[in-house]
């Protein structure tokens, strides 16, 4: 087979895999729900045609997946019938949501009497013309079965079902397998090469350069991320800094990943002068270790201005460049390059035995198998991983034999895929190869979070339910999947969260696969329109000051993903008025970061869309058009700085999950009777208002909500009763809650002052969480007293941060809490004394747990007293900064931990 039916044959592939998710749809019209409506409008029979018809096309699909290769051979006939085909699942899905909607939206209104919803629903499906609708439906699914039979008839399809055929849905054998050094084989000379070179004392210049070059999957970013978080080397460098750079070499995103990496902290400049003082101002004078991994670039002038960047460290520092170019390599660095050789086959073997251990230890004559199988990988270690994750999930030798026999390994390369690797894609599950392909929409090195990922997924209604599981966690289980597969790579980006990438060859699999459905671009938005006519899922990263126009002229009927991403901080963003009109099947629409002020009230023209992405843009307000779009699951509005209200009638969004804006952002109210959309799971924050239907108890009924949740306002609550029926105790997967007030104001009555102590006191006494939640703060409370529920042992309570409690004059009891890692008090203007009710009265060891102690700004703090012998026996941090006034602290405690901050204590008599 030639290059462009090996592409063809695996873009159907894909095909294949979505077609299977389409006839589910399908395969809803034989529901009883349907039969029923089938009933009352007389289209039984046309539905038991469509029931027939398509578990004709799904037998012969199952037997088609295992030879989509042959099959599906750059066929005009099989390319033309696969779109038709396409088209017809898409309407469907349209008309199943079409209807689920209006059923939802009737049933929801519990007044109603059982026989006017019916003749609502009656009414609605003449409107629909629902009977006419199934009939062409399943007219038009007859004759693409039949078309179906003939082309196999003309193909002559003689299949070995066994041999290729892609496994049922089954679970993983294993869990998520982690990488660690002790999974890396074939590897130790080359490491100790690096180490060695990068502990060498340079003399001249201003920074050492060792190229890493190799082909792609053969390991250059393993092995530098080996030498990157050696400890050898971790003692040798001041800053460590890793920057992906890829093929989009973007001279701003890399010096802004730069600062980043280097200050573990945000970087919102967007010009290079800029970024380049700021760089100096951090690496300079200092010996620094930067990785640049990944690197394409071929242009002198590209590598003379990134290479001026790190011109101002100290002599020693010394920098990595992984790249698959000998070009690049002599581009930068006069020194020879260290050229990455392939593993053995012996090595090899050892990485596919560490992930089907338990399947050989149980058959000795898989071993055999496996060890023809490594001779294959021809010493790629990514090969050799990715088939021993296929093999993981084999539990038979005819198995074994049949990837060892296939035909991909003597295939030829193309497009930067290796055919090999389509084994891990030919034995996905269908639903995760559809997962998988999707990825493809994203940029290469694109930094993937496992929550986010799972939201796009549901939005496009890739994840089927099972049982009463929750969505979320069901995608969470598919992400998992692939992981386990090696199609995901984990990392730690700069601030130690846990994210994922997907390997350059990995990517290029997806955007294989997936090609004519999902289309990526980074051009000039102007010029695309063209060029994605038939794309179902579009992505479109704009990366340029100039004002972003999306204008009504884009036009695609059957879009199911719309996502227009910028990296620019200063873009300027448009939307025509009438742009959604054409774009009415849009599931997911992301716009974030593209610099619009309003967003069209044509945007309840969507009306399946289920994920509304408008991060980061200077909107003040949100039309009240969004109200009606009823399928919404997802609302993303984080860095929406202006932001002051949300949509008056966001109650109607009944089927709304998750719900993102800034806690510390200008919104000031909630919109009335929130407490209706008890689908809620994700909820930024819930600001307490004083009118009725705003209150804390709109919460009462929320119990689904989850994460994190920060209250403010709560000095609107007067009322003791209004705090008991917020009901936090019943919020079970709460794991983060913040409680917090507004300051009172200076010169009040000292009677009305005393009163307000007292509220505030009632009120969090009954503002009791349920004992799930691991971190709270509280901030602003102006009572005495400490609820008793605080120090209460059997709470899970990890992290405690009490800041801005300007009238209490001790600290509560914690000392008991048996799981409290983290505490942190700051400005508590009235505490004098940290001393022995601080620990408890129980004769146990105090803080049995505690590794960090964060003290800031106390201004009438003088002792810390009273620590027993056996107290904070993990203690490895302790901060104290702005306590003018502090004399003592316990010298005997601090002098044993490996790490201590004092500043700004000036009265203090002796530092530990």
Not at 79 to 107: G, N, P, T
Not at 125 to 132: A, D, G, Q
Not at 556 to 572: A, D, I, P, Y
Request: glycine share 6%; hydrophobic share 40%; net charge neutral.
């Amino acid at each position: 087979m030639g290059d462009s039916s090996f592409v063809s044959g695996f873009k159907t592939g894909f095909g294949s895999a979505f077609l299977q998710f389409a006839l589910e749809r399908l395969a809803s019209f034989g529901s009883v729900a349907w039969r029923e409506i089938g009933v009352i409008w007389g289209v039984e029979d046309e539905l038991r045609k469509l029931q027939r018809t398509y578990l004709k096309i799904q037998e012969l699909l199952e037997h088609m997946e295992g030879s989509s290769l042959r099959l599906f051979n750059g066929s005009k006939a099989w390319q033309i019938w696969f779109e038709d085909m396409r088209k017809l699942a898409y309407d469907a899905d349209a008309l199943l949501d079409h209807v689920s909607l209006h059923l939802s939206s009737y049933c929801s209104v519990n007044a109603r009497q059982e026989n006017q919803i019916f003749s609502m629903v009656l009414s609605s499906f003449n409107e629909l013309k629902l009977p006419n609708k199934i009939c062409k439906m399943q007219e038009k699914l007859e004759e693409l079965a039949k078309e179906m039979e003939g082309l196999v008839m003309i193909e002559k399809l003689k299949l070995d079902p066994y041999k290729f055929a892609p496994p049922r849905f089954n679970s993983l054998c294993s869990t998520v397998l982690f990488v660690d050094d002790k999974t890396v084989v074939g590897r130790e000379r080359d490491r100790e090469h690096i180490v060695d070179w990068l502990s060498e004392k340079c003399e001249g210049g201003d920074f050492s350069l060792m190229p890493i070059v190799g082909m792609g999957g053969i390991g250059k970013t393993t092995l530098a991320r080996l030498v990157y978080d050696d400890e050898r080397v971790r003692g040798v460098f001041g800053r460590r800094i890793w920057i992906s750079i890829s093929m989009d070499f973007d001279m701003v995103r890399i010096a802004k990943s730069v600062v980043e990496s280097a200050t573990l902290c945000a970087c919102n400049l967007s010009d290079l002068i800029s970024l380049q003082a700021m760089l100096r101002d951090v690496l300079s004078s200092r010996k620094f270790l930067v990785v640049l991994d990944d690197y394409w670039s071929e242009s002198h002038a590209d590598w003379d201005v990134l290479s001026s960047l790190f011109r101002v460290g100290s002599k020693g520092s010394k920098i990595i460049v992984t790249t698959r170019s000998t070009k690049v390599s002599s581009i930068v660095s006069c020194s020879k390059a260290y050229k990455l050789e392939n593993l053995s086959d012996d090595d090899c073997w050892k990485l596919i035995e560490q992930r089907t251990l338990a399947s050989m230890q149980t058959n000795q004559n898989l071993e055999p198998i496996s060890r023809q199988i490594a001779k294959k990988c021809k010493g790629l270690p990514l090969v050799a991983v990715t088939l021993g994750c296929v093999l993981r999930c084999k539990s038979t030798e005819e198995e074994w034999h049949s990837i060892l026999e296939s035909e991909l390994w003597d295939m030829p390369q193309t497009e930067n895929v290796f055919p090999v690797l389509m084994l891990s894609y030919v034995h996905l599950p269908a639903h995760l190869r559809q997962c998988f392909a999707y990825c493809s929409i994203f940029p290469q090195n694109h930094e993937f979070e496992v929550e986010e990922l799972v939201l796009l997924w549901m939005a496009e209604g890739f994840i089927q339910p099972v049982g009463a599981r929750r969505l979320e966690d069901l995608g969470a289980d598919y992400f998992h999947d692939l992981y386990s597969r090696s199609f995901f790579q984990q990392y730690k980006n700069p601030s130690n969260k846990t994210i994922y990438k997907m390997h350059g060859l990995i990517h290029d699999m997806a955007r294989v696969v997936s090609k004519d459905i999902c289309f990526r671009t980074e051009y000039n938005l102007s010029n695309c329109y063209p060029l994605f006519g038939n794309a179902c899922h579009l992505s479109l990263l704009h990366d340029s000051s100039q004002q972003i126009e999306l204008k009504a002229s884009l036009k695609n009927e059957r879009l199911r993903t719309f996502l227009l991403m910028s990296n620019n901080v200063s873009s300027r963003g448009e939307l025509h008025p009438e742009l959604f009109q054409h774009l009415q099947s849009l599931r997911v629409l992301g716009l974030s970061n593209i610099g619009i002020a309003e967003l069209p009230n044509s945007v309840d023209k969507l009306e399946y869309l289920r994920y509304l992405n408008l991060s980061g843009n200077p909107i003040s307000h949100l039309p009240e058009s969004m109200c009606r779009l009823a399928a919404l699951q997802t609302l993303k509005l984080t860095n929406c700085s202006q932001l002051r209200d949300l949509p008056t009638d966001m109650k109607n969004l009944a089927n709304l999950r998750h719900l993102h804006f800034d806690v510390q952002g200008q919104l000031q109210s909630m919109p009335l009777q929130v407490g209706s959309l008890t689908n809620l799971q994700t909820l930024s924050a819930y600001i307490v208002g004083r009118k009725e239907g705003n209150g804390i108890g709109e919460l009462k009924t929320m119990n689904g909500l989850r994460g994190s949740l920060c209250i403010k306002n709560i000095e609107h609550v007067l009322d003791l009763k209004d705090a008991v029926e917020a009901k936090l105790g019943m919020k079970t997967c709460l794991d983060r809650l913040e409680l917090q007030w507004r300051k009172l104001r200076s010169g009040l009555d000292p009677q009305l002052l005393d009163r307000r102590k007292n509220e505030q006191a009632e009120v969090l006494a009954n503002l009791q969480p349920h004992e799930n939640v691991k971190e709270l703060v509280i901030q602003n409370y102006c009572g005495v007293i400490y609820p008793d529920w605080l120090s209460q042992p059997w709470r899970k309570f990890t992290s405690i941060h009490l800041q801005g409690l300007k009238y209490c004059d001790n600290l509560p009891s914690l000392g008991q809490l048996p799981f409290l890692k983290y505490f942190a008090i700051s400005d508590l203007p009235s505490l004098k004394y940290v001393d022995h009710n601080f620990y408890g009265t129980c004769n146990a060891a105090t803080f049995p747990s505690l590794e960090s102690f964060q003290i800031h700004d106390m201004s009438a703090l003088l002792h810390w007293r009273n620590v027993s012998n056996d107290a904070m026996p993990c203690l490895n941090t302790f901060t104290i900064h702005g306590c003018p006034n502090l004399i003592s602290l316990p010298h005997k405690l601090l002098s044993l931990l490996p790490y201590s901050s004092i500043s700004d204590c000036g009265s203090l008599q002796a530092v530990p």
